[in-house]
Structure formats: C-alpha cells, structure tokens
C-alpha cells in the first residue's frame, strides 16, 4: 500500500475515548525500543509521525493512527520498562486488556520482537494471550539489518520456538533501514483489512 494520508487523530488511555468511525484496526505492540515507531514510520514511508525512542515515563496512550480514512493503527505503548512502578505497569495492564479483549474493531496485531535475540519473557507472555484469546497475530521481526543473511535461519528458528509459534501465523524479517519486509508486512496487514 502506498500511504498519502495518516495522522495521528487521538491518544486514549480508557474506551471512552477511542474514535466511534467503526473503521478496522490494526494494533502494534512490542516491548520498548524494539523499533515499533520506526515500523509505523517505514511502512506510512514518512520519518518522524510516530516518535522514535519515547522515554520512560512519559504518558502511557494508546495512539490512533489515521491511515487513508479507511483504517486505524493503534500503537499500544511499549511493556518492558524496568523502571515503571507496579501501579503504573497495573494501569498499563488494564489499558491493554481492556483494548485488546474488547475493541471490536480489531482484526489483528502486529507482534514486534527485536531479530538479534531471543524474545524476552513479555514477548512470550504477548504472543500467548493473542493466542489464548483468538487474536489474530502478525510477528515482525525488527532490525534484521543486524543480523547476517546467512543466520538469519538460526535466529527465525530461535524466535519461533521459543515463542512456541503457530506456523499459521505470518513472520516477517524486517528492517527499517533496509526497509526489508515492508511489501510483505503491507500484505499481511491488507489481509486483515479486506
Ligand atoms: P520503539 O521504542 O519500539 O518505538 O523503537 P524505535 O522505533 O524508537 O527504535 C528504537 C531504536 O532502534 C532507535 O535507535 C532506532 O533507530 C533503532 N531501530 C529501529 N528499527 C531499526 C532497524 O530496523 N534497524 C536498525 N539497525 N535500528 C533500528
């Protein structure tokens, strides 16, 4: 897909605020850092909408990206952060539960885990509740620029298993410098928005 239009249209962080349009969503979520703002950035081909390295700390929203008038991104805030408090990660939690569980708009999520290593314990504890729930899930795998071709078997191989993934379930190598994977990850998204 070839993007012309997106903007941000509005950060939520309870339902109440999520846009009435009843367009499609497709949600992006990963652990801090992972390159989730890049993805976003590479895939609308623009450098800065979504902010690159958001600092911990800063508000916790949920993001609605308007793309074309036909369909949202939601950039679901990055889990990970050592330093955010049990209160803050709880009301994190609620956020996403809340989101994920109940938007009826939401026909898939796009699973961010970094190439170069194994999938954190958050990673796993992701991909299984899109599982458990029937959520369907597009992994990306981020900054495969880092990794040499000839490994980037033994790093697919490495990822899956310790995700325990379903071999329904697309894969995507992704680089945002090389931009690899961006025609492959546009498909697999226009999937979920026939
Ligand atoms: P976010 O916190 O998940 O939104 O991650 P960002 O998109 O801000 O990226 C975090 C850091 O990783 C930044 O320094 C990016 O420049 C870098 N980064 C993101 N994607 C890639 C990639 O595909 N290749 C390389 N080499 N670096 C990347």
Redesign the pocket.
Known sequence: MKVNQAEIVMSAVSKAQYPDTHLKEIALA?R????????INTLLGRKNL?R???KPGKTQTLNFYLIENQFYFVDVP?YGYAKVSKKERAKWGKMIDEYLLEREELEAVVS?VDFRHEPSKEDCQMYQFLKYYDIPVIVVA?????IPRGKWNKHESMIKKALDFDKEDDFII????TKQGKEEAWQAIEHYLA
């Open positions: 990963g801090s850092n992972v390159g989730k703002s890049s993805f979504a690159t390295s958001s990055g961010l981020t900054k495969a620029d880092k992704f680089s945002s410098v």
